[in-house]
């Protein structure tokens, strides 16, 4: 039997006096080399003392650097093996660093970018600059075109100043920064900071509710298709959803199928007979065609009928569709995507007691609050019911419109019971005594806003913007004569 003992580790040889140069300039990198052998053939890594403590890091026999101070530099090398085994340091090799004599002017000057703000908003201004000699540098900002301001801390690299109030359009100011360093040379830059009043185009709706705020004849884009809407003759969210009423007295259905926003007559608009007197209107998807079809609740009886084949009348119930019952005398009906197949399904608001009752399972009958819905107390006596997509879901949740006050209350995280403002949507005021409530996703971005349809004027008012609050008819949508007193909102996709 035989072994071999292995050898002992042993440290790497002293290395030799760094090469390189023996002077440089402030901030001139210098390149140095050294070399070791190690007596067990083990690999090397190198590091540097640069003098004055400073030690490079592990690594090749060949390293780089400068310093940023004139005076005379011990530059010593150490190596290590792979076993950590460390060597002692070399000799060192005497380095003269001599200061730049000649002064270089301030380099990498930025006014900062050019900006676009408002009248009357403060405009801030962050300028930089860099020495090449690390000296100290000292700044002027000056105006150079536009309507005049007055410039706070000028003489600072951040200044400040009020932007001009200018009525409609926009005003360019042009900037200067000037850097320079203590041997007097300098460096400049400038920026401009363009000013638009808050009516650009002065057609009376404020840039930020204007979706065209330079053209004077446009400021809706219901449809989000990059046209205005007076160019593309849409009359605001028609685009999309279009109105209309039922008239409770005759059973008679107006639908705004021209999508004008305008009673046009029954050769342009649809005039149907679906219903009796005594019915409330609904409209829902009812097939998942992608298009609203028409129905009525019966409080009576509780009955539902839907136009199921969409050719507006009312069939036989193996046609269409007869449900119920599902509500009962004093309930208040609703259609809603609850369960998010597509497929709009019915339910009821009971006002005097504020309980809802959604058809979950989409089979038109009130089964147990185990299988169907059964939610609040959300809403009051006098309140009006509403239900939409307020959150974006793809699933409808119930809201209530109280129009003693003109206030909307949204049940936006969708659990059926009102959580307070904090949590659910408190809007308005948006309608008055009277109005009554629509609810519709107007611009087809997949969220529902409200609305509102005034019987005693025929006339519509829909939140385009969806901030909870009439905002006026260049910047919400105001639309009609369609209908009259005594008629019964209802909005749908007719087409």
Request: glycine fraction near 16%.
């Amino acid at each position: 039997m035989s072994y071999a003992v292995p050898g002992v580790n042993g440290a790497p040889t002293t290395p030799v006096t760094p090469t390189g140069l023996s002077s440089a300039l402030v901030n001139t990198a210098i390149a140095f080399s050294t070399s070791a052998t190690d007596p067990n053939g083990d690999s090397l890594q190198y590091r540097y003392d640069w003098g004055g403590g400073v030690l490079s890091g592990w690594g090749a026999a060949s390293q780089s650097h400068s310093w940023s101070a004139a005076g005379q530099y011990a530059v010593k090398a150490q190596a290590r093996d792979s076993l950590g085994l460390e060597s002692a340091w070399s000799g060192a090799k005497t380095v003269t660093i001599s200061p730049n004599t000649q002064n270089q002017a301030p380099a990498a000057v930025n006014a900062g970018s050019d900006q676009t703000v408002n009248a009357a908003a403060t405009v801030s201004l962050s300028g930089s600059g860099t020495d090449p000699e690390n000296g100290t540098l000292t700044y002027q900002w000056r105006q150079t075109g536009g309507t005049s301001v007055a410039l706070s801390n000028a003489t600072s690299a951040m200044a400040s100043f009020t932007a001009p109030n200018i009525a409609t359009g926009t005003a360019t100011l042009t900037f200067e920064l000037r850097v320079t360093d203590e041997g007097g040379l300098s460096a400049v830059d400038t920026l401009a900071v363009v000013v638009q009043s808050p009516d650009i185009d002065g057609d009376g709706v404020p840039n930020s509710q204007d979706a065209f705020p330079t053209n004077p004849a446009e400021w809706k884009d219901s449809n989000g298709n990059g046209i205005g809407d007076n160019a593309e003759g849409e009359n605001g969210a028609m685009s999309y959803l279009s109105i209309g009423v039922y008239r409770p007295s005759t059973g008679k259905w107006y639908l705004d199928v021209d999508m004008n926003g305008l009673w046009s007559g029954c050769g342009l608009d649809g005039c149907y007979s679906f219903g009796a007197n005594g019915d409330w209107p609904v409209a829902g998807d009812w097939n998942n065609d992608g298009v609203s079809e028409i129905a009525v609740f019966r409080p009576r009886t509780g009955k539902w009928y839907l136009d199921l084949n969409a050719n507006d009348r009312l069939d036989s119930c193996s046609t269409d569709r007869c449900l119920g019952p599902f509500g009962m005398s004093g309930d208040l009906p609703v259609a809603g995507d609850w369960n998010g197949d597509g497929i709009s399904q019915i339910g009821v608001f009971r006002p005097s007691t504020g309980k809802w009752y959604l058809d979950l399972n989409g089979n038109g009958q009130l089964d147990s609050c185990g299988v169907d819905g059964c939610f609040g107390p959300f809403g009051m006596s006098g309140d009006l019911p509403v239900a939409g997509d307020w959150n974006g879901d793809g699933r409808a949740q119930i809201g209530v419109f109280r129009a003693s006050t003109g206030k909307w209350y949204l049940d936006l995280n969708g659990n059926g019971q009102w959580d307070g403002c904090n949590i659910d949507g408190c809007y308005g005021p948006f309608g008055v005594s009277g109005d009554l409530p629509v609810a519709g996703d107007w611009n087809a971005d997949g969220i529902t806003r409200i609305g509102v349809f005034r019987p005693s004027t025929g006339k519509w008012y829909l939140d385009l913007n969806g901030n909870g609050q009439l905002d006026g008819c260049g910047v919400d949508g105001c639309y009609g004569p369609f209908g009259m007193s005594g008629d019964r909102p209802v909005v749908g996709k007719w087409y």
